[in-house]
Structure formats: C-alpha cells, structure tokens
C-alpha cells in the first residue's frame, strides 16, 4: 500500500506562486498515475493535474498555463508549482495515486491565496 503525505501549503498574495510537495511512502516509478486534486468549501473536489509514470501530464483548464506537476522518482516525491495564484485557488490540496486499480490519498494542505 501506499501512505502519501502533502507539504508547502500556506498563505499568499494574488500573483504569489507556492510548491506543493507530496512524498510517498513507497518508491513512485512503478505508480502509474500520481494526480493533485483540490477541493474549495461547499464545492466538490476537482482534478487539478495529473502526471503518468511516463511523464505525460493533464491540467484543468482553470490551472493551465500556471500550474506545472512534476515527479522525482529518485526522492519518490510528486510537486506541483503553482504560480500567479488567484483567489479562487483557494482550496484544500490532496495528493493522489493509483496503484494496482486503487486510490490512495493524503490528508491534504491548505492554500490560501489572499486579493
């Protein structure tokens, strides 16, 4: 099984840009597909990015252009760069994986982007 635990969340300005890191308890290259996922209050969570084990990426349209996902297989440690934040990214972020047909996810951190 696999134990995910997300960092870097925090508080920052409109135009501001954090990282996330999400560090797996299990060496990640044989993960298949890792994903970051966020979810607003009163809101359903919602996809934010997605990351193969082959290094193919997808982005929600609402991110494109400012998020990047990334994955370091040597540190079994997934990230994503968010830059430009918006008020509206605001939201709860959980770290995913998928695993011989299972979902796996961490605990989440907060961010919270400020006008």
């Known amino acids: 099984q696999v134990q995910l635990v997300e960092s870097g969340g925090g508080l920052v300005q409109a135009g501001g840009s954090l990282r996330l890191s999400c560090q797996a308890s299990?060496?990640?290259?044989?993960?298949?597909?890792m994903s970051w996922y966020r979810q607003a209050p009163g809101k359903q969570r919602e996809l934010v990015a997605t990351i193969t084990s082959g290094g193919d990426t997808n982005y929600a349209d609402s991110v494109k252009g400012r998020f990047t996902i990334s994955r370091d297989n040597a540190k079994n440690t997934m990230y994503l760069q968010m830059n430009s934040l918006k008020p509206e990214d605001t939201a709860d972020y959980y770290c995913?994986?998928?695993?011989?047909?299972?979902?796996?996810w961490g605990r989440g951190t907060q961010v919270t982007v400020s006008s």
């Open positions: 995913n994986a998928i695993s011989n047909f299972r979902n796996y």
């Open positions: 299990v060496r990640i290259f044989g993960i298949n597909v």
